[in-house]
C-alpha cells in the first residue's frame, strides 16, 4: 500500500492523459500506399497507344500453292504516263499533294532519322523521293509516315498510307494473305545474326546450341524465321524495331539479334561492340516496295520507274551512298519478274 | 513481461512463483516498479492479481463485497451507489466529449496535411509529365537541344526529387510507393541522357531509348503517382467526414443526463424533496456541455463539408487539370516525334483536353473561397483556350502534310504551343497556391474552436462529477 499515494493522483491529470492517449490512438497511422491504384479509379495515365494489326486468319501459303513466285510482280506499264494522265490511286495522290510512306525512321542507312539534321534519310528513303518526284513533280513533296514492322501490312490495307518503303520482303503469306500487293524487287537482302565482339558464334545454330538469347522485331520474317530455331534452344526476344532490339543488346537483355544484312550493317555502325561475323545468309530476303492489293496500276507505275532507275544508273548512285560503306560494292541490281496477273 | 517467459506455461500450481522476487539482475532501485511487470503474464495461468479480480481469491473477494455492502446497505449505501454512477457517467462523458473533440481537432490537421500531400504529389506528377514533354520535344529539331528547354528539363527531374524527399518525410505512410516512384524516376533520367549521349553522336537509337525511357515512364512511375494520389486524396476525404463524427460526445452526453435525472428522481422521491442543487447543477452542466459540444461539431460538420466542397475539390480539380494539360503537352511533343502518326497520340492529347477543359469549367463556382486573388478561373480557362488553338494550328500543318512547318510551329517562341502553354501552366500553379493557402486557413478555425471545446467539455464533465457528489454527500450527511 506504499505505492498508493502515487496512483491516487489527482482526478483532472488522469483524465487528462486518458484524453491525450486516447486522442493519440485516434491519430492511427494510415496504410501504406499501394505502388498502383486501385481499379475504382479513373485512369488518367495515357498508355503508349497502340495500333493493333489484324490477323489474317488461315494461311493461303500453307503449303505455298504449285508454281507461286513471291517476286513475280505485275508487268511495267510501257512508259510513265504524264501527270495529266494519271488514274485511280495515282490521280488521288496527284489531287491531295503529297505521297504518304510509310517508313522507318530507326533502321540506318535504309531509313533512319539523322538526328544531326532531324531529316529521315536512306537507300529506302531515296526511293520514296524518286516516286514522289515521278508523280508530283517535287521529290520533297512526302508525308512519311514512321511505322514499325508490324505495322507494315495493315496500314496498307487500312489505307494509312499509299506505299510501304520499310526494307519489306516480298513473301507468299503478305501476296496472298492479307493481302497486299509488291513492286518488282529493288534490293536483294538475306537473315543473318548480329552478336557480341568476341563472340565465336556466327549464326542461329551456334546460338540454339548456346541456348542464347536472341532478338527479332515483332511481324518480321525474321522472327518467322528465329521461330524455327526454339525447338534446337533458341529463346526468342521481341521488340517492336530493330532499333528496339539493339536497345536490349545494349542493356543485355539479349546475346544477339537477327535480321536482314542490311539491317544488321546499320545496328553494327552505332555500337563497336556489336559485330556481324561472316556468315552465309540463312534465307533470301528481297525487298519489295509495298501496296494496297488493289493498287494494281499503281505497281504497274512504279515498277516501270524501277526499270528506269536501275538501267540509268540512279539505284546504284542510291546504293554507294548507303550501303556501299558498310556492304561494299553494289551487287548488279536484282532483276524483275513480271506476268503477274 | 519478457522478464520471465517461463511463468507463462507453468500452470496454475506454480503461479505463486510469478509473484517471487525477481531474478537479481532485476532487483535493487528498480525493483519496485520490475516486480510488478513480471507479474503481468501471470493473469493467464490464473491467480496473481488482486483477488477481487479473481474468482480464486475467496478471502480477499469477501473483504471487499462485505465493504461494498457495508457502504451500499440501506439507503445511505444506495445513495452513494448511485451519486458514484451519476459522477461516473458526467466523468465519461466529459472524456468522450473531449476526446471526441481534440480527436475532431486532430483530424482537420491531418485533412490539412494530407491535403498538402496531395499538392506535393500532383506537383512531382506535373513536374514528371513536364520533364518528359520537354526531353521529347528535344528529339523533334535536329542537332543540339535548345539549351533553355534543356534546364527547364533538369530543373524539372530536380523539383520532383526535391518534392519526393519532402513528400516521403510528410506522410510515413507514402515512404514505399515514394520510394519505388524514385528509382522509376532515376531509370527514367539514366535513360534520357543515355538517349541524349546517343543522339548527340548522330545514332538513330537515341531516339530508341527516348520512347523506351517515354512509356517506361508511363507504365511505372504514373500508376504510382496515381495511387499516390488517390490514397492521399481518400486520407483527405475521410479525415474532413471523420472530424465532423459527434456521436460519442452525443452518446455519452445523453446517458448522463439520463443518469443524472434518474438518480434525481430516485433522490426526489426518497428525500421528499424536489431539488437536490448539486444534481440539479450538475445536469444543468453536461445539458449545456452537450449542446455546446453539439453546436461546435455542427460547425466543425459544415466546415469540413465547405472545404471538401470548395477548397479540397479546388485543390484537386486545379492540380487534375494541371496533370492532365502537361500529359496533353508531352502527347503532342510525342504526336510529332512519330511522324505522320499522331493520330493515337492526338486522341490522348484529345482526352486530355477535354479532361482540363471540364476541370476548369467545374472550377468557376469556386474561385471565390480563396477571396479572388490571384488568376480566376476564366482567366485560367483563356489561358487554356490559347494554347488548344496554337496546338490546333500545329495539327492543321501536320496533318496535311507539312511535317517540318509543324515542328517548326510547335518549337518558336512566339504564339506557339509551347509559349501559350508555359502561360496556362505559370497562372494554374499561382491558382494552386491561392487554393492551398485558403484550405489551410479555413482549417485553423474549427480547429482552434474544436480544442477549446474540447477543454470546456472534460472541465464541465469534472464539475458536474464534483457537483453531483456534493449533492448526493449532503443528504447522505442527513441520514448521520
Known amino acids: 500500500m506504499s505505492r498508493m499515494p502515487r496512483t491516487r493522483l489527482p482526478l483532472w491529470a488522469a483524465g487528462t492523459t486518458l484524453l491525450l492517449s486516447l486522442a493519440a490512438c485516434g491519430a492511427g497511422g494510415y496504410a501504406q500506399t499501394p505502388l498502383s491504384p486501385t481499379p475504382t479509379a479513373a485512369a488518367t495515365t495515357s498508355a503508349a497507344p497502340t495500333t493493333a494489326a489484324p490477323t489474317p486468319a488461315a494461311s493461303k501459303c500453307n503449303p505455298v500453292p504449285a508454281g507461286f513466285n513471291p517476286l513475280q510482280t505485275y508487268d511495267p506499264l510501257p512508259s510513265l504516263p504524264a501527270s495529266g494522265a494519271l488514274t485511280g490511286r495515282l490521280a488521288e495522290i496527284r489531287a491531295r499533294g503529297y505521297l504518304i510512306a510509310g517508313v522507318s525512321a530507326d533502321t540506318l542507312l535504309m531509313g533512319a532519322r539523322n538526328p544531326l539534321t532531324g531529316q529521315i534519310e536512306g537507300f529506302d528513303i531515296d526511293l520514296v523521293h524518286e516516286i514522289a518526284k515521278a508523280i508530283l513533280g517535287d521529290a520533297a513533296k512526302v508525308q512519311l509516315v514512321v511505322i514499325t514492322a508490324g505495322q507494315r501490312q495493315s496500314f496498307l490495307v487500312n489505307r494509312t498510307v499509299d506505299i510501304v518503303v520499310r526494307n519489306m520482303t516480298m513473301n507468299c503469306a503478305r501476296w496472298l494473305d492479307w493481302p497486299i500487293a509488291f513492286s518488282a524487287e529493288y534490293y536483294h537482302s538475306g537473315q543473318k545474326v548480329l552478336v557480341r565482339k568476341g563472340s565465336t558464334a556466327t549464326s542461329l545454330d551456334d546460338l540454339a546450341a548456346a541456348k542464347a538469347k536472341v532478338c527479332a522485331p515483332t511481324g518480321t520474317t525474321s522472327l518467322a524465321k528465329l521461330q524455327e530455331f526454339v525447338a534446337k534452344g533458341v529463346v526468342p526476344v521481341t521488340a517492336d524495331t530493330h532499333t528496339g532490339c539493339l536497345l536490349l543488346f545494349q542493356q543485355a537483355k539479349v546475346d544477339a539479334i537477327t535480321g536482314d544484312d542490311t539491317v544488321l550493317a546499320g545496328l553494327a555502325t552505332q555500337d563497336p561492340y556489336a559485330v556481324v561475323p561472316a556468315q552465309t545468309a540463312i534465307t533470301a530476303e528481297p525487298y519489295g516496295v509495298g501496296f494496297n492489293s488493289e493498287d494494281k496500276v499503281f505497281v504497274q507505275y512504279v515498277n516501270r520507274l524501277l526499270e528506269t532507275t536501275k538501267a540509268d544508273g540512279r539505284w546504284k548512285a542510291s546504293y554507294d551512298r548507303w550501303l556501299a560503306p558498310s556492304l561494299g560494292d553494289a551487287p548488279t541490281p536484282p532483276t524483275a519478274v513480271y506476268g503477274r496477273q | ?480
Open chain 2, 1 to 480: 513481461m519478457s522478464q520471465n517467459p517461463q511463468a507463462r506455461s507453468r500452470g496454475p500450481a506454480a503461479a505463486a512463483a510469478a509473484v517471487a522476487p525477481p531474478p537479481p539482475s532485476a532487483s535493487g532501485p528498480g525493483a519496485e516498479t520490475v516486480a510488478p511487470a513480471v507479474a503481468m503474464p501471470a493473469p493467464a495461468a490464473g491467480g496473481v492479481r488482486p483477488a477481487y479480480a479473481n474468482s480464486a481469491g475467496a478471502p480477499a473477494k469477501a473483504r471487499v463485497g462485505t465493504w461494498v455492502r457495508g457502504k451500499a446497505s440501506g439507503t445511505p449505501g444506495r445513495m452513494r451507489l448511485f451519486g458514484a454512477l451519476a459522477a461516473i457517467a458526467a466523468i465519461v462523458f466529459g472524456l468522450a466529449g473531449a476526446w471526441n473533440l481534440w480527436s475532431s481537432a486532430q483530424a482537420l490537421g491531418r485533412a490539412g496535411a494530407t491535403t498538402d500531400q496531395v499538392v506535393r504529389v500532383q506537383s512531382i506528377y506535373a513536374d514528371v509529365l513536364r520533364a518528359d514533354a520537354d526531353a521529347s520535344n528535344a528529339f523533334l529539331v535536329g542537332g543540339l537541344e535548345d539549351p533553355a528547354q534543356r534546364a527547364d528539363y533538369e530543373a524539372a527531374i530536380k523539383r520532383a526529387a526535391t518534392t519526393i524527399t519532402a513528400a516521403a518525410s510528410a506522410q510515413p505512410a507514402d515512404g514505399v510507393a515514394l520510394a519505388a516512384l524514385n528509382s522509376a524516376l532515376q531509370d527514367y533520367a539514366a535513360l534520357v541522357e543515355r538517349a541524349r549521349a546517343e543522339n548527340r553522336q548522330g545514332l538513330p537509337i537515341g531516339v530508341t531509348y527516348m520512347t523506351s525511357a517515354s512509356s517506361g515512364l508511363r507504365t511505372t512511375a504514373v500508376p504510382i503517382l496515381e495511387a499516390l494520389l488517390q490514397a492521399n486524396t481518400e486520407r483527405s476525404r475521410g479525415e474532413l467526414g471523420a472530424a465532423s463524427s459527434s456521436w460519442p460526445t452525443l452518446v455519452a452526453g445523453v446517458l448522463a443526463v439520463l443518469v443524472l435525472g434518474l438518480v434525481s428522481i430516485w433522490l426526489a422521491r426518497r428525500t421528499h424533496r424536489y431539488l437536490n442543487s448539486g444534481l440539479a447543477g450538475a445536469t444543468v452542466a453536461v445539458l449545456v456541455a452537450l449542446i455546446s459540444g453539439l453546436v461546435v461539431f455542427s460547425g466543425i460538420g459544415s466546415d469540413a463539408k465547405r472545404v471538401a466542397d470548395n477548397q479540397l475539390a479546388g485543390t484537386l480539380a486545379l492540380t487534375s487539370a494541371r496533370t492532365a494539360a502537361f500529359d496533353a503537352r508531352a502527347n503532342e511533343s510525342l504526336g510529332l516525334i512519330r511522324r505522320g502518326q499522331a493520330g493515337p497520340f492526338e486522341t490522348l492529347w484529345k482526352a486530355r483536353d477535354a479532361e482540363v477543359t471540364a476541370r476548369l469549367k467545374a472550377l468557376v463556382g469556386r474561385v471565390s473561397w480563396y477571396g479572388g486573388s490571384g488568376t480566376n478561373a476564366s482567366a485560367l480557362s483563356t489561358a487554356w483556350s490559347a494554347y488548344e488553338k496554337a496546338h490546333a494550328e500545329v495539327r492543321t500543318l501536320d496533318d496535311g502534310g507539312s511535317w517540318d512547318a509543324a515542328v517548326a510551329k510547335a518549337t518558336t517562341a512566339t504564339e506557339s504551343p509551347r509559349t501559350t502553354f508555359d502561360a496556362f501552366q505559370a497562372a494554374s500553379a499561382t491558382a494552386v497556391d491561392g487554393f492551398q493557402s485558403a484550405l489551410t486557413g479555413d482549417i485553423e478555425g474549427p480547429t482552434t474552436k474544436a480544442r477549446i471545446a474540447a477543454l470546456v467539455l472534460l472541465l464541465a464533465g469534472l464539475a458536474a462529477a464534483v457537483l453531483s457528489t456534493r449533492g448526493i454527500a449532503q443528504r447522505v450527511e442527513e441520514y448521520r
